[in-house]
């Protein structure tokens, strides 16, 4: 039987994205948790997150997250970032004041600002909510059978600005155009939410569920 | 290509059946809500919002299950408003699947709520609801107040500047209803969505009075609605999700198809 941790550190709706696990691979084993045991013992490891950067990265301290996330990345099993779990994997955000992260990834997290505009200057909503066009940049087995340029659901008012330009997999414009999807080896990141992504988004952690972790 | 409007059909659901009244009134039954959920998922809706206007204890505990039924089926954002009055029930909604919780009346009477929401729970998650009446005579500027208890009692507090404030406070989305155009079928208040949208950094969901698919339309290009919400027209089967996106994209609105 196969079994996903979905790291628990107190953020976020964890709910969701177990459910979709659940409907896309019905016999998966869906563990919510922050036990360190069960972190290193799952077949796979999915690290969520909502809300603020730095509430997640202080619970994330305060409960041993970073630990966990460092030696599963190490363990060489396929991991998944979503949204903030996407941010937290970055160097450093600069949402409240700027927060260090966990800096798997090499680059900053950004924000988009209030006076944020396309290229015509018609003025844009932050946060980025709702369907936008994902542009795949490489071949990934994540991104198996998803159409390119299919439209998953977004809410974040920071972007990722990655800088090894090779590990990026996918992005997004808003005004400007961004990181939304980044890989490297057993590690793949995204900054929509697969799980309210409808069928696009359960394609998506269909293909989790079925990656054996290498490029 | 650019983000999408959303369209997002609303259920109002009480004791466990969804429901659609006319300008709060004369109540229909549209079915049972997880049901009525899938079809609109299975039609391609952007969003689903629950608002519960139950008013018993009873009512409120089915609304939980059906949210957590809701959410193990469907796999698009969920909203769920109507009696979310403190953290603990933001909290059993979220817990039970909700992504995003509308706060109503509770902002207005203790503002202090929706900032305490959005920074426990992100703003990402903190619609707020406005129910907005115009109050304006014909030869005066336009001016719209906030309405509570279902559009009946007036506050004094002006639309705009409230909606301002609602999100300096943390909210991440502003959902507009105006009230004398709810149920009635003559389109959104054009003005007021406007107003409002142009007022404030955040989305605004335009809501109130859809009768057919020229107002979805309206309500993007004239009110400047980041997404448009309506009940009726797709609960009795007048217009599909799909027919209203084909509409709205043949007007040159970006839709998800």
């Known amino acids: ?215 | 290509m650019a983000l999408a409007k959303r369209i997002i059909p609303c259920l109002d659901v009480e004791n466990g059946r969804v429901v659609k009244g006319v300008q709060f009134l004369d109540i229909r039954d549209a079915g049972d809500p997880v049901e009525v959920a899938k079809r609109y998922d299975e039609q391609g809706a952007d969003e689903i919002t629950f608002l519960d206007i139950t008013a018993t204890h009873e009512g409120r505990d089915t609304m939980v299950h059906t949210v957590e039924k809701m959410a193990s089926q469907v796999f698009i954002p969920l909203t769920v408003g109507g009696g979310i009055r403190t953290c603990d029930d933001i909290r059993t909604m979220l817990n039970a699947g909700a992504d995003k919780v509308s706060i109503n009346s509770a902002a207005v009477f203790n503002p202090e709520f929706v900032r305490e929401a959005a920074q426990r729970f992100g703003s990402q998650c903190i619609v707020v609801a406005i129910d907005a009446k115009k109050v304006s005579k014909a030869d005066e500027e336009d001016r719209w107040e906030i309405f509570t208890h279902g559009g009946r009692k007036p506050t004094g507090l002006d639309a705009v500047e409230w909606a301002k404030k609602m999100v300096d406070y943390g909210a991440g989305e502003i959902l507009l209803t105006s009230m004398d155009q709810d149920g009635v079928k003559n389109g959104y208040d054009l003005g007021v969505t406007r107003a409002i949208s142009e007022a404030v950094h955040v989305p605004v969901i335009a809501s109130g009075g859809v009768g057919n698919l020229d107002h979805l339309v309206d309500g993007v290009i004239e009110g400047k609605a980041d997404a448009v919400l309506a009940a009726s027209i797709f609960h009795f089967n007048e217009y599909s999700i799909p027919e209203a996106k084909a509409y709205m994209q043949a007007r040159g609105i970006e839709v998800r198809l």
């Open chain 1, 1 to 215: 039987m196969s079994t996903v941790a979905v790291i628990d550190y107190g953020m976020g709706n964890l709910h969701s994205v177990a459910k979709a696990l659940e409907h896309v691979q019905p016999g998966v084993e869906v563990w919510v948790t922050s036990d360190a045991q069960k972190i290193a013992d799952a077949d796979r490891v999915l690290l969520p997150g909502v809300g603020a950067i730095r509430d997640c990265m202080s619970e994330i301290y305060a409960q041993g997250v970073d630990k966990e996330v460092a030696q599963a990345i190490r363990s060489g099993r396929p991991f998944l970032g979503i949204c903030v779990g996407y941010q937290a994997l970055m160097q450093r955000s600069e949402e409240n004041g700027g927060v260090e992260c966990l800096g798997e990834f090499e680059g900053e997290v950004q924000f988009f600002g209030h006076d944020h505009t396309d290229a015509q200057g018609e003025r844009l909503k932050v946060p980025h909510m709702g369907w936008n066009e994902v542009k795949q940049t490489i071949d990934h087995p994540l991104w198996k059978d998803i159409p390119d340029n299919s439209r998953f659901y977004f809410v974040h008012s920071y972007y990722v600005n990655a800088v090894r330009r090779e590990q990026v997999a996918g992005m997004c414009t808003y005004g400007n155009t961004f990181d939304v999807a980044q890989s490297h080896n057993n590690v793949f990141a995204v900054q929509f939410h697969p799980e309210k992504s409808h069928t696009v988004g359960l394609q998506l952690l269909k293909n989790f569920l079925n990656w054996d972790g290498k490029p």
